[in-house]
């Protein structure tokens, strides 16, 4: 489809508007050049040029983006082509007058009362200049005036909340445009504390800027002094800064009674709206840029599988490859509700892609098989997994049917149904393992590569499916992590419960984990094919587990071992105190992709582990825990759990 095709009647309207403002600007210029006699000579002739003149003026006009702009949203590059525009048909004039109309028309029949060298002359175009500027800039930005007029009085007539915006002047301007559009409703900012020392005295779009994030108290007090008492603060993107001390500004909001919310980075693709504030927001250092480029072209229009789409990583992982375009998506699932509530969730959304859920345990290999081989996927995610540590101590054999015979067989179906890459969720935990959930994990993986090292042998350079992993530490918010439960904790009064004074773990959101996996599967898929099929992610310094409990209580607006007791329990099975992202045999590889770094594959061969699979699938059958130990153990020398 043409963009003339796609012009509206609202366009039309505006088209007529700048042809009615050239044509203004055009005669004002002659008038005010020539009064009198002169005008009036030069009218006949002006009238059989104009006609002309304004149809050239539409299509400057058109090309110019000037009919197809919103006035509503006129802003400063719109100006610039209002600039481009007239200065086009400004030098248009004088080729008119010096090429044309001078050299042919003058002194001739068609004009014989206009003596002179010229018709035009050098000050009616400088004249017309500025008028054009007017004509064309003067109706839009009035009209866009008045809908922001409009806006700020039913902003105030809703009852909205008087609100401070803590953040820079970047921030507090798309939160007022944003409430200007109707994306934010029923608030309105008095004013700004900003932590740049630049922006303070300043105004934003008629906003004052009140001081620094310190005087926050006293801005408060200040208007309740004047009966104007301040209900909301609006936390923006640079407020989550460390430098902008957010834990600071939560607790003073805290103290003062004040409802507290956020507003979402644009980097995040999220829309510019208030959302509640979550202690996660306080815990991370700053998150990796993500190029969602590169992400979509991974999945736009491709068909995908999501294994144990049910769960934390899972069904963000769903949701983002709906938003970068897949076209269809199998959710498969082994939880009913889980299912129910992420098929439905992704429908609601208004996704354009086909959404289709299946109630499946990875377990049974030829469910698993059927599905991929229907689906014909182009892309598997498999994020299905059992993952708590103790648990899996406990019931260590469920974690060898999960993570280890279930992704062989997700692994194996997907290669059967002709799949271009399967992309394994693992954990940091996976790294010279000394629990049950690392060691089934990394038995996974050396699947995964063995298989992945045979497809690129045999494919002699053409192109084969990509098998990876991708491990990442803690997911803040995930079902099952440390934050869920410290919060719940607080919630009940205490105490806090930590394993370990020095233990220490990787954390990052859901979102910038599944980012990163989507990430990474880009990598993999690039045309060079790079030896790596072991991504690790970026999670930045190690954070203290004691920190992260004394600041959720002081995030609540309580004192660590005052208000609420912090206990030591004691180390489960299969913890250690310091989680590590590769092994001593595994060397790194730089790939050049910000927030990942990968490992060269270390593996045994195919054959070695289909041999370790028929023996435990065997000792599986006769509860033979000694074998199943022996063999883990002999596939993962530097295993040191304590679950034998």
């Not at 002659?30 to 006609?51: A, H, K, N, S, V």
């Not at 003062?256 to 693709?269: A, H, K, N, T, W």
């Not at 209580?553 to 329990?569: A, C, K, M, N, T």
Request: proline share 6%; with cysteine; aromatic share 8%.
């Amino acid at each position: 489809m043409t963009r003339l095709s796609q012009l509206t009647m609202r366009n039309l309207l505006i088209a007529v508007h700048d042809a009615l403002a050239t044509g203004a600007a055009l005669l004002a210029s002659f008038y005010l050049r020539f009064e009198g006699d002169m005008f009036y000579d030069r009218l006949p002739l002006l009238l059989r040029i104009l006609p002309f003149f304004v149809i050239f003026s539409v299509l400057v006009c058109y090309f110019s983006h000037l009919t197809t702009t919103k006035w509503r949203f006129i802003s400063l590059p719109d100006a610039l082509n209002i600039l481009r525009a007239t200065t086009v048909l400004t030098l248009a004039l004088v080729v008119l007058d010096y090429v044309f109309v001078a050299p042919n028309v003058l002194g001739t029949p068609v004009a014989p009362n206009v003596p002179g060298a010229f018709f035009i002359g050098k000050i009616t175009i400088i004249l017309y200049w500025f008028l054009e500027v007017f004509f064309l800039s003067g109706s839009r930005f009035a009209y866009r005036y008045f809908r922001y007029t409009r806006a700020r009085r039913h902003a105030k007539a809703e009852n909205a909340s008087p609100a401070l915006l803590v953040g820079r002047a970047a921030d507090a301007e798309i939160l007022l445009r944003a409430i200007e559009s109707g994306a934010v409703k029923r608030i309105w900012p008095v004013g700004v504390l900003s932590p740049s020392p630049a922006d303070r005295g300043q105004l934003i779009r008629n906003i004052p800027v009140l001081g620094g994030i310190d005087d926050i108290e006293d801005v408060v007090r200040d208007f309740e002094a004047r009966g104007k008492p301040i209900a909301r603060l609006v936390m923006a993107p640079s407020a989550f800064e460390p430098e902008a001390k957010p834990e600071a500004v939560l607790m003073r909001a805290r103290r003062l009674g004040m409802i507290v919310s956020r507003l979402p980075s644009l980097e995040s693709g999220e829309t510019p709206r208030l959302t509640t504030v979550a202690v996660e927001d306080l815990l991370l250092r700053p998150s990796e840029a993500i190029d969602y480029a590169r992400l979509e072209t991974l999945v736009k229009g491709k068909s995908v599988i999501v294994t144990g789409g049910g769960g934390s990583i899972g069904s963000e992982i769903c949701e983002r490859v709906t938003t970068f375009g897949a076209s269809r998506l199998l959710v498969i699932e082994n939880s009913e509700p889980a299912l129910y509530a992420i098929t439905e969730a992704l429908v609601e959304s208004g996704t354009t892609a086909e959404i289709d859920g299946r109630i499946a345990d990875i377990r049974d290999r030829e469910r698993i098989m059927r599905l991929m081989r229907e689906f014909k996927p182009d892309i598997v995610f498999h994020a299905a997994a059992l993952k708590h540590v103790p648990i899996l101590e406990r019931d260590w054999s469920e974690g060898v049917k999960t993570n280890i015979f279930g992704s062989v067989n997700v692994a194996d179906a997907a290669l059967a149904a002709g799949a271009k890459a399967m992309v394994m969720i693992s954990t940091d935990k996976a790294i010279e393992p000394v629990s049950m959930l690392g060691l089934t994990k990394r038995f996974a993986e050396m699947y995964c590569q063995a298989l992945d090292h045979d497809l690129a042998t045999q494919s002699d350079g053409k192109s084969r499916m990509r098998l990876i992993s991708v491990r990442f530490g803690n997911v803040l918010a995930s079902n099952g992590s440390v934050v869920p439960k410290f919060k719940a904790q607080i919630e009940a009064g205490g105490p806090v419960t930590v394993t370990h004074p020095d233990m220490v773990r990787y954390f990052m959101t859901i979102r910038e984990a599944c980012d990163l996996v989507l990430t990474a599967a880009t990598h993999a898929m690039t045309p060079a094919r790079p030896d790596v099929s072991v991504y690790v992610l970026n999670m930045g310094q190690p954070v203290k587990i004691v920190d992260l409990a004394e600041r959720m209580i002081r995030l609540s607006g309580l004192q660590p071992g005052y208000d609420i007791e912090i206990v030591f329990s004691g180390m489960r099975p299969g913890e250690r105190l310091n989680e590590i992202l590769f092994a001593n045999e595994e060397p790194t590889i730089e790939i050049g992709v910000a927030g990942i770094m990968a490992a060269k594959p270390n593996e045994p061969p195919m054959q070695v582990l289909r041999k370790w699979l028929a023996i435990l699938e065997e000792a599986i059958a006769k509860d033979d825990r000694a074998t199943i130990s022996a063999v883990l153990k002999d596939a993962v020398p530097e295993f040191g759990s304590t679950a034998a």
